[in-house]
């Protein structure tokens, strides 16, 4: 988010950039939703809600995880949120207490960190390399008493990595066996390359209730702007997170809440499938132009719409860091992408091909000829 400010004090004074560093895509929000919620306008539905979300838009995403992702929940084990990123902060201050831990794999997006940090937990960074897939192996080596949680990611922020359905089991078994809080960040699942999206509560009731699961409408939907995430967990952890947002926030949008329901439709479902086909086209774009330089380590995302990038080839004397890499490629040649250094994961950048392949294609440029001068 620092990176697309000074982009954009940046294009506002006039200089022409090509930002590869946004998070959100550039598809408009399909006409269902927007058509919701000028409906909710229309019929005054602009006061309060019930701070955990109305009651239809609840039954439709427990509707949409029982069919989906084949998982069993009651309304009261939902909470809509303002924003996924409300969700895991709610999730965190529920769940952690001083001296608690909370493993995190890295590459990571910085935010849950951040979160943990806030409660006076100690988030315990698990170190992976490319193509970066969480084994239950990995997680092993972490165990101890002081753990509370693991958080996992999938598809993943920066990485696109998918974690293997038998894998993501035996990780959950784990966690499970050592009564560690299982928190699912599962925003990217509409947007994946390979196998359909696993849901880590849908493995079994004992996995599920130890499961805490976070998704968004921000990704599929193209909804960044309004704010609308949920959670799904227990009735005790969700009146817990309720407490907290009824003291905070109230309720999240009333229009985005009606606007949501608009999703959850046939011509929405298409127009999704439609954005990841043309997310599928993007990453063959950018494999086909990085994969030749023999220099960058490019590794295919399995999901979301990042590249995480290797250049620990091209650090040196001139660019010691990645930090100082990304700041050299902006001022020289216009092009932004984010460090490693904000995902835990010094030597790398990440490139979001959530934009045109217009902007892709030159973007793209501006990289190769910056590595060639
Ligand atoms: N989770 C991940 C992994 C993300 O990358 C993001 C946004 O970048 C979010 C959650 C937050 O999404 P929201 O807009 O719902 O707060």
Redesign the pocket.
Known sequence: MALDAEVKKMQAAGVPVVSLGV??PDFATPTPISNAAKQALDEGFTHYTASAGITELKQAIADKLKEENNCNYTTEEIIINP????S?YLTFQVLCNPGDEVLIPTPT?S?YIEQVKMTGATPVLIPLSAPFKLTATDLEKYASPKIKAILL?TP??PTGAVIDPAELEKIAELAVSKNWWIIT?E??EKIIYSNKHLSVASLSPEIKAKTIT?N????AYAM?GW???YTAASKEIISAMNAIQSQTTSNACSIAQKAALGAFTPETETTVQAMVKEFTARRQLVLDHLSPIKKLGVTAPEGAFYFFVSIEKLLGNTYPTSAKWCEALLTEKKVAVVPGEAFAAPGYFRLSFACSRETLQKGLQGITQFIQD
């Open positions: 998070g959100e924003g996924s990123k409300f895991l997006w935010t990611n993943s922020n960040d925003i990217y976070i968004g409408f921000s990704k960044t704010r609308l995430g």
